[in-house]
């Protein structure tokens, strides 16, 4: 039984990671049915803006974090800007395959900057340990959690309370609509792009703390992950991110734990193989018929 809450406790500050990722996919699809593939890009690139402030610039951890969203959001911003607002009448196939496009150019770009190989994270906060039993929980997996919950909440009181989180949910209604009713589209699109971005790049220096290890094609497996993760709770709805975010980490961790590390990955994606058949709409979603 201690077994399993500590695996729970590792889950969650995983999950935590995958679902601040996996908001951006969800906010950037819920408005204009964007799978942005670059997403997990830009959350490789917090990492490194993270590892810069930290490792050259002697910063602390609050500081990293709050230059490596802002900077993410401006990336996020000029991405949406370059590559995806010409397409914005395109097919969706056309504006997916954009979208990998941009992720490569994100990856390579990266290893053409800094080289390939893998870096090691410096640690900004201590190694303190609480035990209770043969429970554990480190200072960094509290930080990571903490962090988390404090960027979600944030993001709850921008969609609910604030007028552009107001014209967000209109656009992602119907962006006819809004437009009729004097809501400017475009800059409802650029500002999801940016909040989304920004968490992201907020998820990349939390994930450098949590494995102490980041390299230019990091934001493959945990982008996909989390895109799994926005699936599995129902793309397209914020608490179906979290929902699925934090599922996705507690079922790796569980995986870990009882079964073999080898295979987690393998059980992850089956997942999304089995609700794309059983529930596509994900587990919080509804039903809804396709506009033609």
Known sequence: ???????????????????????GYTMVYGIIK???????????????????TINVFHLGLIPSLIISMLLCAALGALIERIAYKPLRNATRVAALITA???SF?????????????VRAFPQVITKKVYSLGSIQVNQTQITIFATTVILMLA????????????????????????R????????????????GSALAGAAGVLVGMYYNSIDPMMGVAPGLKAFIAAVLGG????PGALFGGFTIGIVETLISGY??????????????????????????????????
Do not use: C, W
């Open 180 to 195: 009729l009713m004097g809501i400017n589209v475009d800059n409802v699109i650029s500002f999801t792009f940016i909040l």
């Open 259 to 292: 079964g073999s590390s080898l295979v987690k990955d393998a059980i992850v994606y089956l997942i999304l193989i089995v609700i794309l058949i059983v529930k596509p709409t994900g587990l919080l979603g509804k039903n809804t018929k396709e506009k033609v």
């Open 100 to 102: 990998i496009g941009v």
């Open 1 to 23: 039984m201690e077994n399993f809450i500590q695996q729970l406790i590792n889950g969650l500050s995983l999950g935590s990671i995958y679902a601040l990722i996996a908001l």
């Open 34 to 52: 964007l799978i942005n593939f670059a997403h997990g890009e830009i959350y490789m690139v917090g990492a490194f803006i993270g590892y810069t």
């Open 235 to 238: 793309i397209g709805i914020i």
């Open 155 to 178: 993001l709850q009181f921008i969609v609910k309370k604030t007028k552009m989180g107001k014209a967000m949910r209109a656009v992602s209604t119907d962006a006819d609509a809004a």
């Open 105 to 117: 150019l994100l990856q390579n770009g990266m290893i053409y900057l800094v080289g390939p190989q």
